[in-house]
């Protein structure tokens, strides 16, 4: 005797019990972008110590160099003592490094080690994908920045003339150095691209920014040079903040600023949707 084998209803599974619905995704993912937001940050909490401690480390030994060895502790700028100016400075470049740093090792390695793959097929846009990388990125160079200047802050008090313009740039910079780790990481096949990039790229901006000088006592040269570097407008509008010194005009600075993030970002976002060195 042969027997009948129904299938179930559309809609229930072989028990009975209705078959899960489709997620509906609107305009945004955002159950998608919010969850890659968290890997990206919880990947550095959960070495905090290399993240977040020893950039404090660095600055810290950045501030006893030059407090001892060339008499910061005496010297001024102007009428404002020269560890007070130089700490806005080595704040914004620990900021500036670990964004960096955060993006374009999180993307390097997931293709290095053949796991990019597990952020390209869940259904997140270009837009999701670039954000959720550079808010990582953005996250820890501000936590990074707020640990510095807590610990800075019990050593040489810094003051804050204008908080305003401390946040702006404090997001603006890490934004602008996240959306160039993502670029790169992209960009790069192997860790000594990478480091490439850091090296002639990343770091002879940051010191030839205005991080440890003030531009009234650089040459010509350096001075023209500073202004065609959009490193020394973040600086120097962040360092603003602190002390109400600036060497450039701050319009200038939020303008330029502004447009970087807009192109870095267009940039970005067009890598990301060709699949470029993603994909391949």
Sequence with gaps: MTMLQHSPPSGTSLVGV???APRALGAINWVGFATLTKREIRRFLKVWVQTIAAPVVTTLLFYAVFALALGGVVRMVGDVPFLRFLGPGLIMMGMAQNAFANSSSSVLVSKVQGNIVDVLMPPLSSLEFVSAFVTGGVVRGLLVGLVTWIVIEMVVPLGMHAPVYVL?????????LSLLGLIGGIWADKFDHMAAVTNFVITPLSFLSGTFYTLD??????????????FF?????FRYG?????????GTGIAVMLGTNLVLWLVALRMVSTGYKLKA
Aim: no cysteine; net charge negative.
């Design 168 to 176: 702006f740039h404090a997001v603006m910079a890490s934004m602008l």
């Design 242 to 250: 602190f002390i109400g010194h600036t060497d450039g005009t701050l």
């Design 217 to 230: 006592s650089a040459p010509p040269f350096f001075h023209t040079l500073a202004h065609v570097n959009p």
């Design 18 to 20: 209705p078959a899960p």
């Design 233 to 237: 407008y973040f600086i120097d509008g």
